[in-house]
């Protein structure tokens, strides 16, 4: 389901109006809005608030705050919440690329934005490498 979006009027960066690029054709988002493919990357503009759905008289809500993990579950080299039993049930590939998405983080990303290899093969209980990570990454609609 498409969205229709603008940049939120409130928020301001450097003292001006944010400015967010259409990933498709790098032009910046018009200050009226556009329809867009609903996508990871408008759902992150969505979170972190650099856009609003059009109508809308507020700034899209900050995400909530994630939950505290529970005493059965502990972390591993401080990434949040990466299971460390092996009692945990493993995910498919398909939802630990989507988990690493939902995490928005450097922890579960790499500097190009796409899920780590190494977090995915904790995840899924099995060496994961680039070509399957690809291969199960959603594309972006354009």
Known sequence: ????????????????PVSVP???TGDPL???GKVVA???????RLQCGDVVHVGDEAPAP???????PDKSTELNDDKASIPN????????????VAHCYEQGTTDFLT?????DCNVLSELTGTKVKAADRDAATP???G
Not at 1 to 12: A, D, V
Not at 38 to 44: A, E, F, I, P, S
């Open 85 to 96: 039993s092996d009692d945990d049930k493993k995910m498919t590939l398909e939802e630990a």
């Open 62 to 68: 900050a995400p909530a705050p994630a939950p505290a």
């Open 30 to 32: 018009p200050v009226g």
């Open 1 to 16: 389901m498409p969205l229709h979006l603008k940049p939120n009027p409130e928020k301001l960066v450097d003292g001006n």
């Open 38 to 44: 609903n996508g990871t990357y408008w759902v992150r």
């Open 139 to 141: 594309k972006q609609e």
């Open 111 to 115: 500097n190009a934005g796409i899920p």
């Open 22 to 24: 259409d990933p498709i």
